[in-house]
Each structure stands twice: as C-alpha cells, then as structure tokens.
C-alpha cells in the first residue's frame, strides 16, 4: 500500500511509542514538515506553545529533523522528500476520550456543532479535568463534532500527508484528543517519499533532477480525458485530473516517467489497462498530442 518492499529505514522516521495519561493530548498539527523559508500562514501550523505532548517511551528516529536546514530539500513537489504518510498504531484500548481527530476533513465544517458539542461537554464531569477556555477543551469539541477515530487495540490508522504532485494535503491536520478516563499507548510511523532528512539522496535518484522537465499534453480527440501518471516501481496509478476537448495540461516531471490517458468516467481505484486509451513514455519531445 505504501510502495515500501521491504522496509527501508532511510524511508521512515523508525517506530515511536507513546504514552497518553489522563488529560494528555496533542493539538491538531501536520506531519509534512515546513521547510526553511516557506511562506505559511501562521494560522496554518497551531503554535508550538500550544502543543502537548505524549511521554515518548522510545523507540525510533521520530522527530530527528531539523526544518531550518536549507541544504535539503523538504519539497516533494521539486524533487525533494518529505513526510508521504502516516502510520498510527493503536496499542490499548481507552475508557474515554484519546481518539485522533482531524479538524479538516472535508463534511465536517459544521461550526455550529461543534459550539454545541463544547457546551454540552461543560456539562459532565469530565469538564473539570481543564481550564474554560483552554485549547484543550477546545480540541475535545472538534473531537466530538469532527472527523475522529476511537483508539482499539490492534488497529491501526493510515493517513497520507502528500497529494499525489508532493504538495501538502492540508486535510491531514489532525490532533490526539484528550484522555479523559484510562490510559492510551500508541505508536506512529512516518513514511517518506523519498530518502529522508539524514541521508544522502541515492545517486540515481540525485541523477533523476537532471531529467526534470515540464510536459504539455493536447487532448485533440472529441472526448474529455484523464490524465493517470504510472508508477512502474509499486505497479499503481494515480490520477493528474481531466483534459477537457481541445484543452491541454502542463506537468512538471521526469524524461523516465510514464503517463497515460484514460477513459474521463473511470474512478481513480478503477484504472487499469481497460480503461487506457494512450501510452506516453516521456522520452523525447516536451509536447504529447492525443487526438
């Protein structure tokens, strides 16, 4: 599922196990890291300060990055490496509270409810556990009014950090709700989609920035398209969105890269040689015609 055969330790941040006692939690957050000079919005990255950690028990090189390093390159969508998706492995059961919650996930921006949601939490006994006010009594409404997962024992959560061009889903902001009864164990691992930070680039792969260029492909034929990049190594597709009739579309990518057009009213998780109706093999030239 990750393209991960067999597990490569340059790929991945190495397994942390976690700890959560009552009222411990961590505010909503990214796993794709920011790298040095990245023009954010404040708002987009909930402030340090405002974090709470779980107690790391070991385990793992997790967090061993450092963002303000500019001689790496944290852009995927520029050749780069960055966190590809997120493993969270649930190691207990939890009486109340500890579910991991994800603020943005999309039909969950009901604002109203989750004003509900904390009123109604005001009311139980739990409610003494925290400050009025406090950002961890806010992060219990959305995780009563959002997308959340409830911590079992022998599951595991996957979630994916990167959209399919290597830019940062913001979806995957996500937070570990407060334990209100009991105690959680977990542990996470973060995969990368290329070498990560603190080693060395394979030279095929360094090599592999010299072959980037920017595609253009024509779509000439009388019906819409979809644009599907193969990926020959974990033998998957993925989707680059439709060519319109007469339209066109412009992709940053490698000479040694395979793109494919398919059929416009195939899913994604349907694509297969059925559905194809043109082969590219960006080899020469910088403009691919389907007509």
């Known amino acids: ?93 939890v009486a109340e509270g500890g579910e991991t919650v994800f603020p943005r996930a999309k039909g969950f921006d009901d604002q109203k409810g989750n004003r509900n949601e904390l009123a109604a939490f005001r009311q139980t006994p739990h409610a003494s556990l925290f400050r009025r006010g406090s950002w961890e009594e806010s992060l219990v409404g959305q995780c009563r009014s959002k997308l959340a997962l409830k911590p079992k024992l022998g599951e595991a959560l996957l979630f994916y950090n990167q959209k399919p061009d290597g830019s940062r889903d913001d979806s995957s902001l996500h937070g570990a709700c407060p334990i209100l009864e009991g105690q959680k164990w977990a542990a996470n691992l973060w995969v990368w989609n290329d070498y990560r930070f603190g080693y060395n680039r394979p030279r095929a792969v360094a090599a592999q920035q010299d072959t980037k260029f920017r595609a253009t492909f024509v779509n000439k034929s009388a019906q819409r398209v979809q644009l599907v990049w193969f990926d020959a190594t974990s033998q998957r597709r993925v989707a680059f969105g439709h060519i319109a009739s007469g339209g066109s579309k412009v992709m940053d990518t490698y000479r040694d890269h395979v793109f494919e057009l398919h059929q416009a009213a195939v899913a994604e998780g349907a694509l297969d040689d059925l559905s194809r109706v043109r082969h590219f093999s960006l080899e020469e030239g910088t403009v691919f015609v389907h007509e």
């Open 1 to 93: 599922m990750l393209g991960m055969r067999p597990y490569e330790e340059k790929m991945a941040d190495g397994l942390q196990v976690l700890r959560y006692n009552v009222t411990a939690a961590y505010n909503s957050h990214y796993d794709f890291i920011e790298g040095k000079g990245w023009n954010r919005k404040r708002s987009d990255n909930p402030k340090s300060e405002h974090k709470q950690k779980a107690e790391p028990i070991g385990g793992g090189t997790a967090g061993e990055t450092d963002p303000h390093n500019d001689e790496f390159n944290w852009n995927p969508a520029d050749g780069g490496s960055n966190r590809f998706a997120t493993v969270l492995l649930y190691l207990s059961d």
